[in-house]
Structure formats: structure tokens, C-alpha cells
């Protein structure tokens, strides 16, 4: 069993940055590949980016792309997700997610383990 627990989320003007921590509890941390997905009112939720159990593997959405950064640190059981140059299409509930199996899917139904989000909302 893991338990997430997202923070850092809050209001910023378009430009700005945040960034995002996913704090994991139990010891099996980096047997896990972690993700970040968001979800915005009215839609439904969409990948954002996801790391492999090492660091080694990273791929984003396009939409992200070269403009935020996951990583993690396994000796904290964190993960994170930096993020820059942020527009109001940005604004939504920011989710991670562990994945047991490593798949590196951009499907929520892959993922065993959900955090409760952290609100993100971007002004213009």
C-alpha cells in the first residue's frame, strides 16, 4: 500500500512558476514509476508527465513539454514536478500517481495509486 500526499499547489500570474512535491510513505517508494496528471473543471484528467523508478526515463505531454520538469528523489520517497512559464491553460487539480508495473502510461487506468491533488490556478 502507498499513500500520496501532494503539496505546493497554489494561485500565480501567467509566467510564473511552482513547483509541486508528491511525498509517498512506505519503503517500496522506488519500486514504483510515479506520474503527474491534472484535471480542469469540466474535463477529464490528462497526463502531464512521467518518470521511471530510477530517474532514467522521463517523457511529458506535448502540452508540458519544455516547460516543467518531474523528478524524484527516492531517498525522501518524493516526487516532484517543477513548473515554468505557466499559462492559465494550466490551472487545474494537479495529481500523482504511482504505478506498480512501470508501464509509463498516459491511461489514468494503469495507475494503483492516487494522491488527492493540489489546486494550481493560473491568472492572466
Known amino acids: 500500500q502507498v499513500q500520496l500526499v501532494e503539496s505546493g499547489g497554489g494561485s500565480v500570474q501567467a509566467g510564473g512558476s511552482l513547483r509541486l512535491s508528491c511525498a509517498a510513505s512506505?519503503?517500496?517508494?522506488?519500486?514504483?514509476?510515479m506520474a503527474w496528471f491534472r484535471q480542469a473543471p469540466g474535463k477529464e484528467r490528462e497526463f502531464v508527465a512521467v518518470i521511471s523508478r530510477s530517474g532514467d526515463y522521463i517523457t511529458y505531454a506535448g502540452s508540458v513539454k519544455g516547460r516543467f520538469t518531474i523528478s524524484r528523489d527516492n531517498a525522501k520517497n518524493t516526487v516532484y514536478l517543477l513548473m515554468n512559464s505557466l499559462k492559465p491553460e494550466d490551472t487545474a487539480v494537479y495529481y500523482c500517481a504511482a504505478d506498480r508495473s512501470s508501464t509509463y502510461s498516459r491511461s489514468t487506468y494503469n495507475y494503483d495509486y492516487w494522491g488527492q491533488g493540489t489546486q494550481v490556478t493560473v491568472s492572466s
Open positions: 512506505g519503503r517500496t517508494f522506488s519500486s514504483y514509476s
